[in-house]
Nanobody, 123 residues
């Protein structure tokens, strides 16, 4: 079992920045892929970005490429999502997720999920 706890959401004006954190516990994450997803009201949950714990390769959805950066702190077992140049359309509940399945990061199921953190971008 992996427990994931997100933090760092809030209200920000368009053009601003936020950093989300996802603290993981329960397992060594060497074989895990960590992902960030988001779900806006009335929309399906969508993949935002992911990172492989071992090796650190990353992948971004086109909608956030160049604005968002995923990173990890091995010592703290924590994944971060730095969000810059935020837009109103980035408003959503952001979820952290984890899995051991080795597949393209934006496809396939994730096994563990956090409770989510709200990000609201005002225009």
């Amino acid at each position: 079992q992996v427990q994931l706890v997100e933090s760092g959401g809030g209200l920000v004006q368009a053009g601003g920045s936020l950093r989300l954190s996802c603290a993981a516990s329960g397992r060594t994450l060497n074989r895990y892929t960590m992902g960030w997803f988001r779900q806006a009201p009335g929309k399906e949950r969508e993949f935002v970005t992911g990172v492989r714990w071992s090796g650190g390769s990353t992948y971004y959805a086109d909608s956030v490429k160049g604005r968002f950066t995923i990173s990890k702190d091995n010592a703290k077992n924590t994944v971060y999502l730095q969000m810059n140049s935020l837009k109103p359309e980035d408003t959503a509940v952001y979820y952290c997720a984890a899995r051991t399945l080795f597949a393209p990061m934006n496809y396939g199921p994730y096994d563990y999920w956090g409770q989510g953190t709200q990000v609201t971008v005002s225009s």
